[in-house]
Protein backbone atom coordinates (compact mmCIF):
# COMPACT_ATOMS: atom_id res chain seq x y z
CA UNK A 1 0.00 0.00 0.00
CA UNK A 2 1.57 3.67 -1.03
CA UNK A 3 1.82 5.74 1.81
CA UNK A 4 -0.20 8.51 1.31
CA UNK A 5 -3.08 6.24 1.16
CA UNK A 6 -2.30 4.32 4.61
CA UNK A 7 -2.22 8.31 5.29
CA UNK A 8 -5.24 8.48 4.30
CA UNK A 9 -6.83 5.46 6.32
CA UNK A 10 -5.21 6.44 9.39
CA UNK A 11 -6.63 9.83 9.00
CA UNK A 12 -9.92 7.94 8.39
CA UNK A 13 -9.62 5.73 11.25
CA UNK A 14 -9.03 9.12 13.10
CA UNK A 15 -12.40 10.71 12.33
CA UNK A 16 -14.44 7.80 13.40
CA UNK A 17 -12.44 7.74 16.89
CA UNK A 18 -12.81 11.23 17.04
CA UNK A 19 -16.66 10.75 15.94
CA UNK A 20 -17.26 8.34 18.87
CA UNK A 21 -15.88 10.85 21.28
CA UNK A 22 -18.84 13.25 20.05
CA UNK A 23 -21.00 10.60 20.33
CA UNK A 24 -20.16 9.42 23.86
CA UNK A 25 -19.76 12.95 25.22
CA UNK A 26 -23.32 14.40 23.87
CA UNK A 27 -26.17 11.77 23.52
CA UNK A 28 -27.31 11.18 26.60
CA UNK A 29 -26.89 7.06 28.41
CA UNK A 30 -24.21 6.55 25.31
CA UNK A 31 -21.33 7.88 28.28
CA UNK A 32 -22.81 4.72 30.46
CA UNK A 33 -22.95 2.34 27.38
CA UNK A 34 -18.84 2.99 26.66
CA UNK A 35 -18.29 2.98 30.91
CA UNK A 36 -20.11 -0.72 31.04
CA UNK A 37 -19.34 -2.03 27.58
CA UNK A 38 -16.09 -0.27 26.44
CA UNK A 39 -13.93 0.69 29.09
CA UNK A 40 -13.80 -3.04 30.78
CA UNK A 41 -12.25 -4.50 27.75
CA UNK A 42 -10.22 -1.76 26.65
CA UNK A 43 -8.66 -1.05 30.29
CA UNK A 44 -7.91 -4.80 30.68
CA UNK A 45 -5.86 -4.96 27.85
CA UNK A 46 -4.01 -1.40 28.43
CA UNK A 47 -3.62 -2.82 31.96
CA UNK A 48 -2.22 -6.46 31.01
CA UNK A 49 0.04 -4.97 28.87
CA UNK A 50 1.36 -2.07 31.23
CA UNK A 51 1.74 -5.09 34.07
CA UNK A 52 4.77 -6.73 31.65
CA UNK A 53 7.03 -3.91 32.33
CA UNK A 54 8.07 -2.62 36.03
CA UNK A 55 8.43 1.41 34.48
CA UNK A 56 5.28 3.75 34.13
CA UNK A 57 4.41 3.78 30.48
CA UNK A 58 2.00 6.70 30.76
CA UNK A 59 5.44 8.64 32.31
CA UNK A 60 6.92 7.08 28.98
CA UNK A 61 4.41 8.20 26.80
CA UNK A 62 4.02 11.36 28.23
CA UNK A 63 7.72 12.44 28.39
CA UNK A 64 8.66 10.72 25.18
CA UNK A 65 5.59 12.63 23.14
CA UNK A 66 6.83 15.95 24.85
CA UNK A 67 10.30 15.55 23.68
CA UNK A 68 9.21 14.49 20.19
CA UNK A 69 6.86 17.47 19.82
CA UNK A 70 9.81 19.55 21.20
CA UNK A 71 12.72 17.78 18.44
CA UNK A 72 10.81 16.65 15.59
CA UNK A 73 10.23 20.91 14.04
CA UNK A 74 14.34 20.53 13.92
CA UNK A 75 15.02 17.39 12.67
CA UNK A 76 12.41 17.75 9.91
CA UNK A 77 13.69 21.11 8.57
CA UNK A 78 13.93 19.72 4.88
CA UNK A 79 9.93 19.81 5.22
CA UNK A 80 7.95 23.16 4.74
CA UNK A 81 6.30 24.31 8.24
CA UNK A 82 2.95 22.98 6.88
CA UNK A 83 4.03 19.21 6.75
CA UNK A 84 5.58 19.83 10.28
CA UNK A 85 2.67 21.65 11.85
CA UNK A 86 0.12 19.18 10.59
CA UNK A 87 2.45 15.85 11.50
CA UNK A 88 2.57 17.79 15.24
CA UNK A 89 -1.42 18.65 14.95
CA UNK A 90 -2.07 14.71 14.26
CA UNK A 91 0.04 13.32 17.23
CA UNK A 92 -1.69 15.53 19.41
CA UNK A 93 -5.16 14.66 18.01
CA UNK A 94 -4.04 10.53 18.50
CA UNK A 95 -3.11 11.31 22.32
CA UNK A 96 -6.18 13.08 22.45
CA UNK A 97 -8.15 10.35 20.71
CA UNK A 98 -6.13 7.86 23.49
CA UNK A 99 -7.19 9.51 26.55
CA UNK A 100 -10.74 9.30 25.73
CA UNK A 101 -11.08 6.19 24.39
CA UNK A 102 -8.77 4.65 27.04
CA UNK A 103 -10.13 6.40 29.81
CA UNK A 104 -11.10 9.65 29.70
CA UNK A 105 -15.06 8.69 28.10
CA UNK A 106 -16.06 7.68 31.69
CA UNK A 107 -16.26 11.40 32.60
CA UNK A 108 -19.67 11.18 29.95
CA UNK A 109 -21.39 8.39 31.96
CA UNK A 110 -23.73 8.62 34.67
CA UNK A 111 -23.37 10.26 38.11
CA UNK A 112 -22.90 8.54 41.33
CA UNK A 113 -26.71 9.55 41.78
CA UNK A 114 -27.78 7.85 39.07
CA UNK A 115 -26.48 5.17 39.31
CA UNK A 116 -27.07 4.53 42.81
CA UNK A 117 -30.66 5.37 42.27
CA UNK A 118 -30.83 8.02 45.51
CA UNK A 119 -31.44 12.03 45.66
CA UNK A 120 -28.64 14.31 46.45
CA UNK A 121 -29.74 16.46 49.84
CA UNK A 122 -30.19 19.97 50.51
CA UNK A 123 -28.19 20.38 53.09
CA UNK A 124 -29.56 20.60 56.35
CA UNK A 125 -27.72 21.57 59.30
CA UNK A 126 -28.93 19.31 61.74
CA UNK A 127 -27.99 16.13 59.30
CA UNK A 128 -24.49 17.59 58.89
CA UNK A 129 -24.56 17.58 63.02
CA UNK A 130 -25.73 14.38 62.96
CA UNK A 131 -22.81 12.90 60.51
CA UNK A 132 -20.54 14.77 62.27
CA UNK A 133 -21.16 13.79 65.70
CA UNK A 134 -21.10 9.82 64.63
CA UNK A 135 -18.51 10.09 62.52
CA UNK A 136 -16.40 11.80 65.23
CA UNK A 137 -17.74 8.93 67.38
CA UNK A 138 -16.11 6.30 64.82
CA UNK A 139 -13.19 8.32 63.60
CA UNK A 140 -11.88 8.17 67.63
CA UNK A 141 -13.08 4.51 68.35
CA UNK A 142 -11.16 3.33 65.28
CA UNK A 143 -7.86 4.47 65.95
CA UNK A 144 -4.86 2.49 66.15
CA UNK A 145 -1.37 3.51 65.38
CA UNK A 146 -0.05 3.08 61.78
CA UNK A 147 3.60 1.86 60.95
CA UNK A 148 5.95 4.36 59.60
CA UNK A 149 4.99 3.25 55.86
CA UNK A 150 2.45 1.91 53.66
CA UNK A 151 2.69 -1.74 51.72
CA UNK A 152 0.06 -1.64 49.13
CA UNK A 153 0.80 -5.38 48.56
CA UNK A 154 -0.71 -6.02 52.41
CA UNK A 155 -4.06 -4.14 51.69
CA UNK A 156 -4.68 -4.55 47.57
CA UNK A 157 -6.41 -8.19 47.24
CA UNK A 158 -8.89 -7.38 49.97
CA UNK A 159 -9.75 -4.18 48.88
CA UNK A 160 -10.58 -5.31 44.98
CA UNK A 161 -12.19 -8.10 46.48
CA UNK A 162 -14.25 -5.80 48.50
CA UNK A 163 -14.88 -3.81 45.52
CA UNK A 164 -16.00 -6.79 43.61
CA UNK A 165 -18.89 -7.47 46.23
CA UNK A 166 -20.37 -4.27 44.91
CA UNK A 167 -23.82 -4.73 42.93
CA UNK A 168 -23.73 -4.36 39.25
CA UNK A 169 -26.04 -1.65 38.79
CA UNK A 170 -23.06 0.67 39.85
CA UNK A 171 -21.15 -0.05 37.01
CA UNK A 172 -17.99 -0.36 38.30
CA UNK A 173 -15.28 -2.70 35.85
CA UNK A 174 -13.98 -5.78 38.09
CA UNK A 175 -10.38 -5.59 39.41
CA UNK A 176 -7.68 -7.36 37.95
CA UNK A 177 -5.22 -9.59 39.78
CA UNK A 178 -2.66 -8.01 37.46
CA UNK A 179 -3.06 -4.91 38.11
CA UNK A 180 -0.87 -3.78 40.98
CA UNK A 181 0.79 0.17 41.37
CA UNK A 182 3.96 1.14 40.29
CA UNK A 183 7.40 3.32 41.64
CA UNK A 184 7.93 6.58 40.05
CA UNK A 185 11.40 8.25 39.14
CA UNK A 186 9.43 11.50 39.97
CA UNK A 187 8.29 11.23 43.30
CA UNK A 188 9.78 14.40 44.01
CA UNK A 189 7.92 16.61 41.09
CA UNK A 190 4.87 14.66 42.23
CA UNK A 191 4.99 15.64 45.96
CA UNK A 192 6.21 18.71 45.06
CA UNK A 193 2.96 19.38 43.51
CA UNK A 194 0.75 17.60 46.03
CA UNK A 195 -0.11 14.41 44.25
CA UNK A 196 -0.50 11.63 46.24
CA UNK A 197 -1.17 9.12 43.34
CA UNK A 198 -2.81 8.43 39.83
CA UNK A 199 -4.48 6.22 37.28
CA UNK A 200 -3.10 7.02 33.98
CA UNK A 201 -5.27 6.83 31.53
CA UNK A 202 -3.36 5.87 28.53
CA UNK A 203 -2.16 2.68 30.09
CA UNK A 204 -4.53 1.53 33.19
CA UNK A 205 -1.74 1.98 35.56
CA UNK A 206 -1.79 3.52 39.30
CA UNK A 207 0.77 5.21 41.29
CA UNK A 208 1.13 5.48 44.67
CA UNK A 209 3.19 8.35 46.30
CA UNK A 210 5.06 6.56 49.03
CA UNK A 211 7.01 10.03 50.08
CA UNK A 212 3.83 11.85 50.70
CA UNK A 213 2.37 8.91 53.13
CA UNK A 214 0.04 7.92 51.14
CA UNK A 215 -1.77 5.03 52.58
CA UNK A 216 -5.12 2.42 51.97
CA UNK A 217 -7.80 5.55 51.49
CA UNK A 218 -5.18 7.06 48.70
CA UNK A 219 -4.99 3.34 46.94
CA UNK A 220 -8.67 2.95 47.10
CA UNK A 221 -9.52 6.14 46.05
CA UNK A 222 -7.21 5.33 43.14
CA UNK A 223 -8.31 1.86 42.32
CA UNK A 224 -11.70 3.34 41.80
CA UNK A 225 -10.69 5.07 39.07
CA UNK A 226 -9.50 2.39 37.34
CA UNK A 227 -12.77 0.91 37.75
CA UNK A 228 -14.11 3.46 36.01
CA UNK A 229 -15.29 6.20 38.32
CA UNK A 230 -14.46 9.85 36.97
CA UNK A 231 -15.90 11.93 39.94
CA UNK A 232 -13.18 12.57 42.48
CA UNK A 233 -15.87 12.82 45.25
CA UNK A 234 -17.35 9.74 43.79
CA UNK A 235 -13.45 8.14 44.12
CA UNK A 236 -13.06 9.69 47.73
CA UNK A 237 -16.59 7.85 48.39
CA UNK A 238 -15.52 4.62 47.68
CA UNK A 239 -12.17 4.96 49.11
CA UNK A 240 -14.22 5.82 52.41
CA UNK A 241 -16.74 2.73 52.53
CA UNK A 242 -13.96 0.47 51.37
CA UNK A 243 -11.94 0.80 53.83
CA UNK A 244 -14.59 1.07 56.30
CA UNK A 245 -15.27 -2.76 55.49
CA UNK A 246 -11.91 -4.15 55.73
CA UNK A 247 -11.00 -6.75 58.38
CA UNK A 248 -7.70 -5.20 59.20
CA UNK A 249 -8.34 -2.40 61.85
CA UNK A 250 -5.23 -0.26 60.40
CA UNK A 251 -7.03 0.00 57.18
CA UNK A 252 -10.51 0.97 59.19
CA UNK A 253 -8.88 3.83 60.67
CA UNK A 254 -7.09 4.86 57.31
CA UNK A 255 -10.67 5.17 55.66
CA UNK A 256 -12.17 7.38 58.66
CA UNK A 257 -8.67 9.17 58.68
CA UNK A 258 -9.01 9.77 55.00
CA UNK A 259 -12.03 11.62 55.14
CA UNK A 260 -11.07 13.89 58.14
CA UNK A 261 -9.49 16.23 55.26
CA UNK A 262 -13.07 16.80 53.58
CA UNK A 263 -15.04 16.56 57.16
CA UNK A 264 -12.60 19.75 57.82
CA UNK A 265 -13.23 21.17 55.10
CA UNK A 266 -17.04 21.39 55.46
CA UNK A 267 -17.40 21.63 59.09
CA UNK A 268 -15.14 24.45 59.17
CA UNK A 269 -17.15 26.16 56.43
CA UNK A 270 -20.45 25.26 58.10
CA UNK A 271 -20.22 25.53 62.09
CA UNK A 272 -18.96 29.32 63.42
CA UNK A 273 -15.74 29.61 64.38
CA UNK A 274 -16.49 28.69 68.08
CA UNK A 275 -18.17 25.81 67.19
CA UNK A 276 -15.48 23.87 64.65
CA UNK A 277 -12.83 25.08 67.26
CA UNK A 278 -15.22 23.50 70.24
CA UNK A 279 -15.46 20.20 67.49
CA UNK A 280 -11.71 19.64 66.61
CA UNK A 281 -11.22 19.67 70.72
CA UNK A 282 -13.11 16.29 70.41
CA UNK A 283 -10.84 14.45 68.09
CA UNK A 284 -8.34 12.11 69.77
CA UNK A 285 -5.19 13.77 70.85
CA UNK A 286 -3.10 11.18 68.28
CA UNK A 287 -5.63 11.92 65.18
CA UNK A 288 -4.55 15.22 65.61
CA UNK A 289 -0.63 14.63 65.65
CA UNK A 290 -1.38 12.00 62.96
CA UNK A 291 -2.68 14.95 60.98
CA UNK A 292 -0.83 17.21 62.34
CA UNK A 293 2.72 15.29 60.95
CA UNK A 294 1.43 14.67 57.91
CA UNK A 295 0.10 18.11 56.88
CA UNK A 296 4.13 18.97 58.45
CA UNK A 297 5.53 16.48 56.12
CA UNK A 298 3.60 17.72 53.06
CA UNK A 299 3.86 20.91 53.58
CA UNK A 300 7.78 20.34 53.21
CA UNK A 301 7.85 18.73 50.32
CA UNK A 302 5.44 20.99 48.64
CA UNK A 303 6.50 23.66 46.43
CA UNK A 304 4.09 26.90 45.84
CA UNK A 305 5.36 28.20 42.82
CA UNK A 306 4.60 24.61 40.88
CA UNK A 307 1.55 23.47 42.87
CA UNK A 308 -0.25 26.79 42.05
CA UNK A 309 0.12 26.20 38.52
CA UNK A 310 -0.77 22.21 38.88
CA UNK A 311 -3.44 23.37 40.43
CA UNK A 312 -4.87 25.97 37.63
CA UNK A 313 -4.17 23.56 34.97
CA UNK A 314 -6.01 20.45 37.16
CA UNK A 315 -9.05 22.70 37.73
CA UNK A 316 -9.13 23.75 34.28
CA UNK A 317 -8.95 20.17 33.15
CA UNK A 318 -11.86 18.72 35.79
CA UNK A 319 -14.29 21.22 34.81
CA UNK A 320 -13.37 21.37 30.88
CA UNK A 321 -14.67 17.15 31.70
CA UNK A 322 -17.93 17.93 32.99
CA UNK A 323 -16.61 18.21 36.81
CA UNK A 324 -18.08 21.73 37.48
CA UNK A 325 -16.54 22.25 40.78
CA UNK A 326 -13.28 21.61 39.51
CA UNK A 327 -10.73 21.05 42.87
CA UNK A 328 -13.23 21.38 45.00
CA UNK A 329 -15.05 18.12 44.09
CA UNK A 330 -12.61 16.18 46.15
CA UNK A 331 -14.68 18.07 49.18
CA UNK A 332 -18.72 16.87 48.15
CA UNK A 333 -17.77 13.35 48.95
CA UNK A 334 -19.72 14.20 52.48
CA UNK A 335 -23.22 15.66 50.28
CA UNK A 336 -22.62 12.16 49.28
CA UNK A 337 -22.39 10.01 52.33
CA UNK A 338 -24.93 12.02 53.71
CA UNK A 339 -27.73 11.50 50.32
CA UNK A 340 -27.26 7.96 51.49
CA UNK A 341 -29.87 6.58 53.92
CA UNK A 342 -28.88 4.24 56.68
CA UNK A 343 -31.15 1.87 56.01
CA UNK A 344 -29.33 1.60 51.74
CA UNK A 345 -27.39 -1.58 51.81
CA UNK A 346 -24.83 -2.22 48.99
Known amino acids: ?52 VPVLLEEVLVIGAGAGLLIYPFTARRHEWKHIVFREAEIIAWIYIWFYWGWGMNYFRDDFYQRANVTPVAYREEDFRRFLHTYTEKLNKAYVALPSSFEVRT ?21 RSFQHPKRSLMDGLYSSVGVLGYMGPFFAESYINKCMKADAFTYAHELSHWLGVSSEAEANFWAYQVCLRSADAAIRYQGYFGLLPYVLTNANSLLSQHEFEAWVQTLRPEITADYRKLRQLRARLYSPLVGSIQDTVYDWYLKSNRISSGQKNYAEVIGMILSVQEEWRY
Not at 3 to 29: D, E, K, S, Y
Not at 155 to 168: M, N, S
Open 1 to 52: MKPFRLRHLRLAVGAILFAGILLFRFIPGAGEVYARTFYPVISSVLSAVAST
Open 155 to 175: AEEEIKEIYRTLPAHFGLAEP
